[in-house]
């Protein structure tokens, strides 16, 4: 049986347990295919209804000298430096273990602050009025398992691993794009100290 | 600033535990066959799905359909009982009374009418147990029944049957990592096979050429070394030119040519007209990337071809397949690893001779899918068998509906209470693929076996038991209809040589399936023709048919439901169009779906501005045999001229959206028979301004 390389980065499947201060996201844009797998598995995972949802797939075209045509599946970034955590007045949204930054929905008053100030649109208002964003699967990561999105995404444009080594898989994907005439960037690819660094890193087009 | 806080909503989530039990089956959407794992709780519902890691074609990637099915199995949409409409109302009735009335009404037709007054429509009569069970009521009945064909494969398995003698993929899309080049034509795999998509990649990855042809820019193409944006309804011109430029350069594999193929002089002779020169005016594509590509074609061997609805559900299809086909046969690309046509028919042969020959009855009569409008509007037919949703995935589904209204009997046995249900005068409950064990095929020429994860919901029953408790009351033999899906596969195992190596117990032990033809000596073959020998009578693949003719090149404004329509009068092209998140109409009922996807139709800027037409604005789309009012999606990756919409949305669903079946003639492709669902002339008008 032929053994398909989807991810150059590692999969992970079952892993024995995470150390969560260094998983990380990689966010592939130009590998997208706008299928919403992503989208429908974090609502399963989190038992979101209808319109509410944690992650949202954006269709983006730009006509220049050539059509570029993606799809953005965005959510929330975990920033080592959050600007939503600083600007919420009842600290609802605080680190989780490894830096994960959480959203508690019981200390939540709805005041919609978060999802003003996130300059990545990775909060969510729902609808009942209260905003929602990525755990990160916490549950999961404490099974050993990987976040619902990057489980099911069929293309590797959500993929979860090390972060160190998604940065260097981010690499590689960026080059491959320069070799078909695309210019892509990463963004988060900053310090986790310092400022700048997400955990969940982006490539866009 | 006050805010209202509902708490119901949100606050009290549930989440999918990890109590009860994580079940392996197999998703029967798409015929992808991808691997699932399902979340049951302890009371025997199920919760969640996920991708089944150890599948080796899917390693736990999914697309959203199989999550979004969760939402359509309970609720209130879910027909749980037998229902029986008086005046104008649906009762419960018991499953007694229901086989009754159906067994009375049958014979009463059958008698006074004979056995052709009564018809099947069953494109989702379920999995491999019922299939079989219907097979065997039709041969004691004499009933012809309609299945996905008409609506989705007819012609491209009426093209490859005549051409290879076999209808199904020649290949596994598996292979695709070993081609040099794979041909991607009227088809977006992205997303209609998005749990599969990875394969693509994973062939680009290692080196595979991707080519796409397509008239939009879609989610393939952009995943593609090479997208050809064509002129909608002309690839028939394109694939002609490439045969051209490969005879006239002499890039054929001339001993194949010789040794296992017919008909190559009049092939050659056919297109000596398609110059690239001509071709380009045709078609729109550059000269230079249609020799590009024949050279491409040539020098990347082994190479793939998967044609998709683009080209098959068309007016103009069966000469388009024809050539494209003749074209990967005379390069060689079939029966290698690497070479061959993929594609989701995955027909594995008729059982023969589970019904004595004393016993068969034989239709009296046999109508073409196009013939069966007018034969239930007259009064010919009488009595409708049901069994998914053709009044709103047929075309010109007003006039269906009206036909199927004004039959004397229909039964409709189903999952949900949808548009066609709705006419019915019994609706009988269905099984869902996941209450009901079978065999399902993949993309893959593989077959998996998949348990039931659930037992089915209220009072359903699949079609397997339905037709053996019918077949009883009726008076019919008994002892053909197998009680269970294992007996029933073992049946038809041992009745078919081409799958008796494929045993139940060897789908269960064998992750991922097994690839058929597998012959009782358990050979699996992995893909068809391997030594060369087609399953034409003359066991060489016949380039053209019986008929030159149907290598003639078709204008598709020539064509069927297009021809003597005025220009002026229809000046835009319409098709429809898929998306990942839904599927025929069932993944409709899922709030997840409803809130992903909203009916639009896509229009290109320079057309919408033409046309005063803004994002968001709604327009009436209008043809001979109807219309339908949409909001309109402005985007760059469509041509002008040409709107596309979307198949899924009905009435009687969250949508409550006319069907876009409603705007297509039903009219089919002169060679295959396949009804059209793309590049049907009309025009468009806006009706009021977003936001005023
Ligand atoms: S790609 Fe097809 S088989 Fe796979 S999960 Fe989706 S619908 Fe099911």
Not at chain 2, 382 to 389: F, P, R, S, V, Y
């Amino acid at each position: 049986m032929m053994r398909v390389k989807q991810n150059s980065a590692p999969v992970g499947v079952r892993h024995a347990g995470w150390d969560v201060s260094r998983v990380g996201m990689l966010v592939d844009v130009s590998r997208c295919i706008g299928c919403n797998s992503c989208t429908v598995a974090c609502r399963q995972e989190n038992a979101l209804q209808g319109s509410d949802g944690w992650l949202k797939v954006w269709r983006r075209e730009r006509l220049g000298t050539q059509l570029i045509r993606y799809d953005y599946s965005q959510s929330c970034r975990h920033c080592a430096d959050p600007q939503c955590l600083q600007a919420c007045p009842t600290g609802a949204i605080a680190y989780g273990a490894g830096g994960v930054v959480r959203h508690h929905e019981e200390k939540c008053i709805g005041c919609q602050v978060c999802a003003m100030v996130c300059p990545y649109g990775g909060v969510k208002v729902m609808t009942n009025g209260k905003t929602g964003k990525c755990s990160l699967c916490a549950h999961r990561l404490a099974k050993g398992e990987e976040p619902a999105c990057t489980a099911v995404c069929p293309t590797g444009a959500r993929t979860f691993g090390e972060r160190e080594a998604l940065v260097r898989e981010a690499g590689e994907r960026l080059d491959a794009l320069r070799r078909q005439g695309l210019r892509g960037r990463l963004e988060g690819n900053g310090d986790l100290e310092g400022k700048g660094g997400h955990k969940i890193l982006f490539l866009m087009l | 600033m006050t805010s209202y806080v509902r708490t119901e909503v949100y606050r009290n989530r549930r989440l999918p535990g990890d109590e009860g039990k994580l079940l392996p089956s197999i998703c029967s959407l798409c015929n992808g066959g991808c691997g699932l794992l399902v979340r049951v709780n302890d009371a025997g519902y199920v919760e969640a799905v996920y991708g089944d890691t150890g599948n080796p074609y899917n390693q736990g990637k999914i697309c959203p359909k199989p999550m979004e099915i969760v939402q359509t199995l309970y609720g209130a949409q879910r027909v749980d009982h037998p229902l029986k409409k008086v005046n104008g109302i649906f009762q419960r009735i018991s499953w007694e009374e229901a086989l009754s009335l159906v067994t009375e009404k049958y014979l009463e037709h059958w008698q006074t009418s004979g056995n052709s007054a009564i018809v099947g429509i069953t494109s989702k009569i379920g999995g491999s147990h019922s299939k079989l069970a219907l097979s065997i009521f039709s041969e004691l009945t004499g009933l012809v029944t309609y299945g996905t064909g008409p609506i989705c494969y007819d012609t491209e398995e009426n093209v490859r049957k005549a051409m290879f003698g076999n209808g199904s993929a020649s290949a596994p899309l598996a292979d695709a990592v070993e081609a040099g080049i794979l041909l991607i034509v009227g088809n977006n795999p992205a997303q209609t096979k998005a749990g599969q998509f990875h394969w693509v990649q994973e062939a680009r990855y290692r080196g595979t050429k991707v080519v796409v042809i397509d008239p939009r820019y879609t989610e393939t193409a952009r995943q593609a070394d090479r997208f050809l944006q064509i002129r909608p309804g002309t690839d028939g011109a394109l694939g002609m030119a490439l045969l051209h430029e490969v005879i006239a350069h002499g890039w054929y594999d001339a001993s194949f040519v010789t040794e296992r193929t017919n008909g190559f002089e009049k092939l050659a002779q056919a297109v000596t007209e398609f110059s690239p020169v001509r071709a380009e005016e045709m078609t729109g594509v550059p000269r230079r990337f249609i020799e590009e590509l024949a050279w491409d074609l040539s020098t990347r061997k082994p190479g793939m071809l998967w044609e998709g609805r683009g080209v098959v559900c068309v007016n103009n299809a069966g000469n388009t397949l024809r050539v494209f086909e003749a074209l990967m046969a005379i390069l060689g690309n079939v029966g290698k690893p690497g070479a061959g046509i993929i594609s989701h028919i995955n027909g594995y042969g008729r059982a023969k001779g589970l019904v004595p020959g004393a016993d068969v009855v034989k239709p009296e009569r046999k109508r073409s899918a196009e013939a069966l409008y007018s034969a239930l509007e007259n009064g010919e037919i009488k009595m409708l068998l049901i069994a998914g949703n053709p009044c709103a995935n047929w075309p010109d589904c007003g006039r269906m509906q009206q036909a199927v209204s004004g039959l004397d009997f229909v039964v409709s046995h189903t999952l949900v209470l949808d548009d066609s249900a709705r006419l019915a005068d019994v609706v009988l409950p269905a099984t869902h693929w996941l209450e009901e064990a079978g065999m399902q095929a993949s993309v893959h020429r593989v077959m998996q076996w998949k348990e039931p994860v659930a037992r089915p919901y209220a009072e359903a029953k699949s079609a397997g038991e339905i037709f053996r408790l019918l077949a009883a009351k009726m008076g019919l033999p008994v002892k053909y209809f197998p009680d269970s899906p294992e007996t029933a596969w073992e049946w038809e195992r041992t009745h078919n040589g081409d799958i008796a190596g494929i045993t139940v117990e060897r789908m269960r032990r064998t992750a991922g399936g097994v690839h058929y033809p597998c012959p009782e000596s358990g050979e699996e073959a992995v893909r068809l023709f391997q030594n060369g020998v087609f399953s034409t009578p003359s066991e060489k693949v016949e380039l053209v048919g019986s008929d030159v003719q149907e290598l003639n090149y078709l204008d598709l404004l020539a064509a069927p439901g297009n021809r003597g329509l005025s220009r002026q009068e229809y000046p835009y092209l319409l098709s429809t169009v898929k998306v990942a998140a839904h599927y025929h109409t069932e993944c409709q009922y899922s709030d997840w779906a409803v809130a992903l996807e909203k009916p639009c139709v896509e229009i290109h800027p320079d057309t919408a501005a033409n046309l005063s037409i803004r994002e968001g604005d709604r327009v009436r789309i209008e043809t001979p045999v109807g219309s339908l009012e949409l909001p309109a999606r402005l985007t760059w990756t469509v041509p002008r001229d040409c709107l596309f919409t979307q198949p899924y949305f009905t009435q009687t669903s969250p949508y409550g959206q006319v069907p876009a079946n409603i705007l297509f003639p039903a009219v089919t492709d002169p060679e295959g028979g396949n009804f059209v669902n793309k590049n049907i002339m009309c025009r468009i008008s806006a009706l009021e301004v977003a936001g005023t």
